[in-house]
Each structure stands twice: as structure tokens, then as C-alpha cells.
């Protein structure tokens, strides 16, 4: 059973950090890129950054450029999505998924994690 565990979320104010975590399970990881999206209340979704489990490589959306920080750990079969200097257009709920890259639909989906940042 494919099963990717978002974790992480939380209230944080304005300037602070959280890292998020997405655990992935029953599908080989090394086959897809790992991309973290968002869904703001009355936004659509956007993709915010992703992470290439076979060579690493990594994108990020403007808006979190500089800010955010995606790592692997392909021994645990997971992503982190570290983000700091936090803002409150950040908050929305966040998703990971299985991808086939950078701008490509996710093939697979977590649940997803409620960051919500205060000002």
C-alpha cells in the first residue's frame, strides 16, 4: 500500500521555523521526486519546492526561495522540508507527494499538515 505521512505542522509565529517531514512507504522511492505543495484557505495549490530522490536535485517556488530548505534521507525513505523566517502568507495546509518531477501532478499523496503562522 503506497502511504506518504506528512508530520510537522503547528502554530509558529511570524519569523520562526518549523520542519516538516514526509515518510514514504510501498512504492520504490528511489523511482519518483518527493514535491511539497500548499493549499491556502480559498488558493488553489501550489507546489513550494521538490527534491529528486535519485540525484538530489532540488526546486523551490519564488516565494520560499531563500526561506525553505528540502533535504532526503533516502536510508529512511524521507523528505524534510525545513522552512524558516516563516510568514503569514505560509500558512495553508501542506501536502507531500510522490512525483514525477518538478511542476508534474503528484502520483501519490499524503494527508497533509496545517502550518499556520501569526503575525
Known amino acids: 500500500e503506497v502511504q506518504l505521512q506528512a508530520s510537522g505542522g503547528g502554530l509558529v509565529q511570524a519569523g520562526g521555523s518549523l520542519r516538516l517531514s514526509c515518510a514514504a512507504s510501498?512504492?520504490?522511492?528511489?523511482?519518483?521526486?518527493i514535491g511539497w505543495f500548499r493549499q491556502a484557505p480559498g488558493k488553489e495549490r501550489e507546489g513550494v519546492s521538490c527534491i529528486s530522490s535519485s540525484d538530489g536535485s532540488t526546486y523551490y517556488a519564488d516565494s520560499v526561495k531563500g526561506r525553505f530548505t528540502i533535504s532526503s534521507d533516502n536510508a529512511k525513505n524521507t523528505v524534510y522540508l525545513q522552512m524558516s523566517s516563516l510568514k503569514p502568507e505560509d500558512t495553508a495546509v501542506y501536502y507531500c507527494a510522490a512525483t514525477t518531477g518538478w511542476g508534474a501532478p503528484g502520483d501519490y499523496w499524503g494527508q497533509g499538515t496545517l502550518v499556520t503562522v501569526s503575525s
Open positions: 510501498g512504492f520504490t522511492f528511489d523511482d519518483y521526486a
